[in-house]
């Protein structure tokens, strides 16, 4: 069985600060791993995905996440927040069974809150 | 593209009634998902379907629930009898398999209550 844990329920950052939402991983064979961001009363939109390649992974809004295997993290990182940040983020992981896609397993979320 | 359809939006229910939510996935995603939202189990993957076939359904919760894929262009989740706990947020996701590039992509969800 695969799981994601997001050890923070919440972080606080200062606006124009760097930040980091953490996120490891269990999975059996090689894991695609997702964030994905939702804001208030809205569906769930896509950041950023590693699925195989360089470790470090640029998605939109200037996010990107890196992939450590030896420590199963894929933490979200962004050097300088912006107040239209704060939202809830979840990190997902999936296996690729070669029979089509898998459902994400998703970690239980962290509320990103950046202050002005 | 419109992106993932969900109907309706909001549901009002009391419990004991048939609840039929439906989802319209982007056109050419041959694959489907339905996850359930709540505060305190977070996002739970109820079932999946590729290519119009239950794949999946391990995550729904009792025999209450069912869902089909008639089409590729169309999915319904119902439950029944409903129950108070039942009571989340619903949603559809949509996705391109056969490709290494299988990000979901997620309707607006429908908030389900019921009484």
């Known amino acids: 069985a695969q799981s994601v844990a997001q050890p923070e329920d919440q972080v606080n950052v200062a606006e124009g600060n760097p930040l980091t939402v953490k996120c490891t991983y269990s999975?059996?064979?090689?894991?695609?791993l997702f964030w994905y961001v939702q804001y208030p009363n809205r569906g769930l939109q896509f950041l950023l995905k590693?699925?195989?390649?360089?470790?470090l992974v640029k998605g939109s809004y200037g996010f990107e996440a890196e992939f450590n295997k030896s420590q199963t993290s894929f933490h979200l990182k962004k050097p300088s927040a912006l107040v239209s940040d704060s939202a809830l983020y979840f990190c997902?992981?999936?296996?690729?069974?070669?029979?089509?896609?898998?459902?994400?397993?998703f970690g239980k979320g962290t509320h990103l809150i950046i202050q002005p | 593209d419109a992106g993932v359809i969900q109907s309706p939006r909001h549901e009002v229910t009391e419990m004991g009634q048939e609840v039929t939510l439906r989802c319209k996935p982007i056109?050419?995603?041959?694959?489907l998902f339905w996850y359930r939202q709540t505060m305190m189990r977070g996002l739970e993957l109820l079932i999946y379907?590729?290519?119009?076939?239950?794949?999946?359904d391990s995550g729904m919760p009792e025999d209450r629930f069912s869902a089909k894929m008639p089409n590729a262009s169309f999915s319904t989740l119902k439950i029944q009898p409903s129950e108070p706990r039942d009571s989340a947020v619903y949603f559809c996701?949509?996705?391109?398999?056969?490709?290494?590039?299988?990000?979901?992509?997620f309707g607006p969800g429908t908030r389900l209550t019921v009484l």
């Open positions: 997902a992981v999936s296996a690729y069974s070669g029979g089509g896609a898998d459902g994400l397993t």
């Open positions: 590693y699925i195989t390649g360089d470790n």
């Open positions: 999975v059996s064979g090689n894991p695609y």
């Open positions: 056109s050419g995603h041959n694959s």
């Open positions: 379907f590729n290519n119009n076939v239950p794949i999946d």
């Open positions: 996701a949509s996705s391109h398999t056969g490709t290494a590039n299988n990000e979901q992509f």
